[in-house]
């Protein structure tokens, strides 16, 4: 019996991925969360096989889970699961550890196969999104133009970007330029929309 952890913040999403995963023979759901900060109580307490998270879960996102779990449980098999794929969600979500990457708009045999083969020791990664990943590439940003945008996306002056970073304003005024530049963005806040639709932040 495979044991499985579900978290997706759209109730009824979780709750049918639950009963259809459950009519497996194979299967046991023995947790399901919302929330990103609820995934590793939920683990340690129920140790699940195999964790489902869907990206887009609030505070934090599936794949911060998942790197967290890849230090503190990592015999558990993270599969993350999406509405849609963006072409950089897929590199951060192998740097991250998972061992699979799937659609959500996917039969639901599809996605209990690919748990199965998660479980056999394979990878599994929709065909289609390595073929995105591959096309756009990895992220031109370095690490430390991904925390100074990532940062300022929300609004934050350069002042309050370089006190939450640790960092002089001059340092977060040239990363940000030089994010801008790089994504051939207008300003800072398309650097951020194009850097978060293609996955980068």
């Not at 639901?108 to 083969?117: C, E, K, Q, S, Y």
Request: charged share 25%; proline share 4%; aromatic share 2%.
């Amino acid at each position: 019996m495979t044991t499985l952890l579900i978290a997706d913040d759209q109730t009824m999403v979780r709750e049918a991925l639950a009963a259809l995963l459950g009519m497996e023979s194979d299967f046991e759901v023995v947790a399901q969360c919302a929330r990103g900060n609820e995934v590793l109580p939920a683990i340690s307490k129920t140790r699940p096989d195999v964790a489902l998270l869907d990206v887009d879960m609030p505070e934090p996102d599936g794949l911060s889970v998942a790197a967290t779990l890849h230090k503190e449980f990592p015999q558990v098999k993270v599969i993350i699961v999406t509405t849609y794929g963006r072409p950089g969600w897929v590199k951060r979500a192998l740097d991250a550890g998972v061992s699979g990457f799937m659609v959500k708009d996917a039969p639901v045999d599809h996605l209990a196969d690919g748990i199965r083969r998660v479980m056999s020791g394979m990878s599994v990664i929709d065909p289609e999104l390595v073929v995105e990943s591959t096309m756009h590439g990895s992220s031109p940003l370095t690490a430390r133009e991904t925390d100074v945008l990532r940062t300022a996306a929300d609004g934050a002056s350069v002042d309050e970007v370089a006190a939450t970073l640790h960092l002089s304003t001059g340092t977060v005024r040239n990363r940000l330029s030089s994010a801008i530049g790089k994504t051939n963005a207008r300003n800072r806040a398309d650097a951020a929309r194009i850097a978060e639709e293609n996955g980068w932040l």
